[in-house]
């Protein structure tokens, strides 16, 4: 069976909700499909595994999202395939959906970059499954620890960008603070976290002066280095390193980077870096007419032929533009570049503690006013007033009082 859509979207990230929504608001019919029937904000995942907040704060029901669109079509489902050149999609129950215009964003997965055993063993960050898998993992172990004379718990976190700073940072924290509180500081002090990364510094993209700061507070609250060295094996019962060092752990935290997924492989659309698709500046896909491709799954260039990060940011901004777009397409009017307000760049490394450089003037920002500003702009981009009021109150319960928001109920795999 095949039904036909103006316009179906394929994943509700950021890019895809937000192109979605835009539409939606101009009254043009959508599909939107995802495998989840929620919204995820993904920068604070790592705040969901480490009990900072509830996933309720940052997972929002895609049908409160467009609850006053009657335009978009909400429709939860495994998409088994997108065949880009006859704009089709085919969810995993076997039924076809057609578009006028399709919109692949479908996200990534994890890099592994066929590092032995990663892919087996490593905890990865990408979506609210993960989070609450490490979390419940997390939590099994402290009870075992705690269970233990002499027992300790030791992580590894693989990645030494935003989300591998932002995750050590916040275990560390948790051994710094919550451990002693709630378990014995005899426990906290037996237990340890590890960031490594192949590169001689932390978030590479940042000023020197912004890797300084930051390296010098994750080592403050504890956080042991290893970088300039490669992971080359990951086991159940730790990892061994590209010179040699073997660290015992149970947990190994995977922030080593993204891919496209199998979708994208399979669509017929030719891959560049990283399995992504190289896109026109106008943002949809070379060699067929009527796709876009969006967010993690696309290369995307500013209006100087540079590169664009993998951000939120970018996504929900290439998101609102690929609408404008697609509404010239239907009116028959003229699709434009994509031109990207660069915001900068922002990473939390604990309580009171960020680094953000911010705009194309990179206005650098460290310590309290950096983690107020971070604050700040999260709770912005948080979808929903109720998301916003529980991380909110999340972040006052944690920071001030140190007191986990999340309670972990499942049992660890």
Same mark, same amino acid.
């Given at each position: 069976?095949?039904?036909?859509?103006?316009?179906?979207?394929?994943?509700?990230?950021?890019?895809?909700?937000?192109?979605?929504?835009?539409?939606?608001?101009?009254?043009?019919?959508?599909?939107?499909?995802?495998?989840?029937?929620?919204?995820?904000?993904? #920068?604070?995942?790592?705040?969901?595994?480490?009990?900072?907040?509830?996933?309720?704060?940052?997972?929002?029901?895609?049908?409160?999202?467009?609850?006053?669109?009657?335009?978009?079509?909400?429709?939860?489902?495994?998409?088994?395939?997108?065949?880009?050149?006859?704009? +089709?999609?085919?969810?995993?129950?076997?039924?076809?959906?057609?578009?006028?215009?399709?919109?692949?964003?479908?996200?990534?997965?994890?890099?592994?970059?066929?590092?032995?055993?990663?892919?087996?063993?490593?905890? #990865?960050?990408?979506?609210?499954?993960?989070?609450?898998?490490?979390?419940?993992?997390?939590?099994?172990?402290?009870?075992?620890?705690?269970?233990?004379?002499?027992? /300790?718990?030791?992580?590894?976190?693989?990645?030494?960008?935003?989300?591998?700073?932002?995750?050590?940072?916040?275990?560390?924290?948790?051994?710094?603070?919550?451990?002693?509180?709630?378990? /014995?500081?005899?426990?906290?002090?037996?237990?340890?976290?590890?960031?490594?990364?192949?590169?001689?510094?932390?978030?590479?993209?940042?000023?020197?002066?912004?890797?300084?700061? +930051?390296?010098?507070?994750?080592?403050?609250?504890?956080?042991?280095?290893?970088?300039?060295?490669?992971?080359?094996?990951?086991?159940?019962?730790?990892? +061994?390193?590209?010179?040699?060092?073997?660290?015992?752990?149970?947990?190994?935290?995977?922030?080593?980077?993204?891919?496209?997924?199998?979708?994208?492989?399979? /669509?017929?659309?030719? !891959?560049?870096?990283?399995?992504?698709?190289?896109?026109?500046?106008?943002?949809?896909?070379?060699?067929?007419?009527?796709?876009?491709?969006?967010?993690?799954?696309?290369?995307?260039?500013?209006?100087?032929?540079?590169?664009?990060?993998?951000?939120?940011?970018?996504?929900? !901004?290439?998101?609102?533009?690929?609408?404008?777009?697609?509404?010239?397409?239907?009116?028959?009017?003229?699709?434009?570049?994509?031109?990207?307000?660069?915001?900068?760049?922002?990473?939390?490394?604990?309580?009171?503690?960020?680094?953000?450089?911010?705009?194309?003037?990179?206005?650098?920002?460290?310590? #309290?006013?950096?983690?107020?500003?971070?604050?700040?702009?999260?709770?912005?981009?948080?979808?929903?007033?109720?998301?916003?009021?529980?991380?909110?109150?999340?972040?006052?319960?944690?920071?001030?009082?140190?007191?986990?928001?999340?309670?972990?109920?499942?049992?660890?795999?």
């Amino acid at each position: 069976m095949e039904d036909t859509y103006q316009v179906i979207v394929v994943g509700a990230g950021f890019a895809g909700k937000t192109v979605a929504k835009e539409l939606g608001r101009k009254g043009i019919p959508v599909l939107l499909i995802d495998a989840n029937n929620y919204h995820q904000f993904q #920068p604070l995942l790592y705040q969901v595994a480490t009990s900072q907040i509830g996933v309720s704060a940052i997972a929002r029901p895609l049908r409160s999202i467009f609850r006053r669109m009657g335009k978009v079509r909400v429709l939860t489902a495994d998409v088994a395939s997108v065949d880009a050149a006859n704009r +089709t999609v085919t969810t995993a129950d076997g039924e076809t959906h057609r578009a006028q215009i399709l919109v692949v964003a479908p996200g990534a997965v994890p890099n592994f970059f066929n590092t032995p055993g990663a892919e087996e063993h490593a905890y #990865p960050l990408y979506s609210v499954t993960d989070a609450t898998r490490l979390g419940a993992k997390l939590t099994h172990l402290l009870d075992e620890a705690d269970r233990e004379p002499g027992g /300790s718990v030791d992580v590894v976190v693989v990645g030494g960008g935003p989300t591998g700073v932002e995750t050590a940072g916040a275990m560390a924290e948790n051994v710094k603070f919550v451990v002693p509180k709630y378990f /014995s500081p005899e426990l906290a002090a037996r237990c340890r976290v590890h960031l490594v990364d192949m590169i001689p510094t932390v978030l590479n993209a940042f000023s020197e002066k912004s890797q300084q700061y +930051t390296r010098k507070r994750l080592t403050k609250i504890g956080v042991q280095l290893h970088l300039g060295v490669g992971v080359t094996e990951v086991r159940d019962d730790g990892v +061994t390193l590209a010179d040699g060092t073997v660290i015992p752990t149970r947990v190994v935290v995977w922030a080593g980077g993204l891919k496209a997924g199998g979708i994208i492989a399979d /669509s017929g659309l030719k !891959q560049g870096r990283g399995g992504r698709i190289d896109v026109r500046p106008d943002l949809t896909a070379p060699d067929v007419e009527g796709v876009y491709v969006l967010g993690d799954a696309a290369n995307m260039t500013d209006s100087t032929g540079a590169a664009l990060p993998q951000l939120g940011s970018v996504a929900q !901004q290439a998101g609102k533009w690929a609408a404008r777009n697609i509404q010239a397409d239907l009116t028959g009017g003229t699709r434009l570049p994509f031109k990207y307000l660069d915001k900068g760049y922002m990473a939390m490394i604990g309580r009171g503690a960020a680094v953000a450089e911010i705009g194309r003037q990179r206005i650098q920002l460290q310590g #309290p006013l950096a983690f107020v500003s971070w604050l700040l702009v999260h709770l912005a981009l948080l979808s929903g007033f109720q998301q916003k009021l529980r991380a909110l109150f999340s972040w006052l319960n944690g920071y001030i009082i140190h007191s986990p928001a999340q309670v972990v109920v499942g049992r660890p795999e």
